[in-house]
């Protein structure tokens, strides 16, 4: 089938608009990537252009210099403790709400989580700080306790109405086979949300690494416990003209997170598919 002199005027304008937003969104990483490879005096030749070789001592020096891997360390800890147990615990507070949506304490706890969306995290930032302080909660465990508080909204909206669309007549099947209602929901309900349930968790992974906000008034009384954002965020202070290096510690940030993305972008990709699709 030909365009017409329209379409293809129209196929044209899309096509450029979409490389004109890949360039956007590349260059930054470009720029990333060729700073942290270079050495001070090409970056101050050329900020912008390729190196004309690479230069791996910024990475060396960011984990010998900066102490790095204790910041990397305590990231790495808060991700994988706080991811742990959003999997553990949003999937059956949605389970709970979604099988008993026609019960009215249920259906008000629904709407109670889904309230705390539109809720902006400047609202609460001041009484927060002063009941984690109360509580002796500023440190990580509190930090902890708060990411996965602050994921419980979205998390319980996006599973409960994933849940609603899975048949219950597959656990009352299971129940029938001696099942409990713990072990219709984990072998049978569990493996059929997965891909909603991976689309959660790397979404929180991305936040609870990158999140620069939360950490700083939970964890400002000790300098040994803070994440990477904040550690590079006072890396320009410390390290005021070795750009390379900071760029170097970037880069290494960025890896842990494009893995993850990487290795589950197929259940993203099928979470958000299935998800418009069920019935």
Known sequence: MKLSAGGKALKIVSYA???????????????????????????????????TSFYLENFKSVFQKAGYFNYFKNSAVITVVSVLFIFLLHPMAAYAISRNFYKKYFKTVYYVCLCGIFVPFQVIMIPLVKYLGNLHLNNQFGLII???????????????NYIRSVPADLE???????CTTFGAYWRVVVP?????????LVLNVLWVWNDFQMPLIIL??????????????????QYTYDYNMAFASYLIAMVPVMIAYICAQKYIVAGLTQGAVKS
């Open 17 to 51: 608009f979409l490389i004109i937003g890949a360039i956007i969104i590349l260059f930054p990483f470009y720029v990333t990537i060729i700073t942290a490879m270079k050495t001070q005096q090409q970056s101050a030749e050329s900020f912008f252009s390729f190196p």
């Open 146 to 160: 708060m990411c996965v508080t602050m994921s419980a909204s979205q998390s319980i909206f996006l599973l409960t």
């Open 172 to 178: 009352e099947a299971a129940s029938i086979d001696g």
């Open 192 to 200: 059929l949300i997965k891909p909603m349930t991976m689309t959660i």
């Open 220 to 237: 400002n009384q000790d300098s040994s416990t803070w994440t990477l954002p904040l550690f590079q965020y006072n890396f320009k202070s």
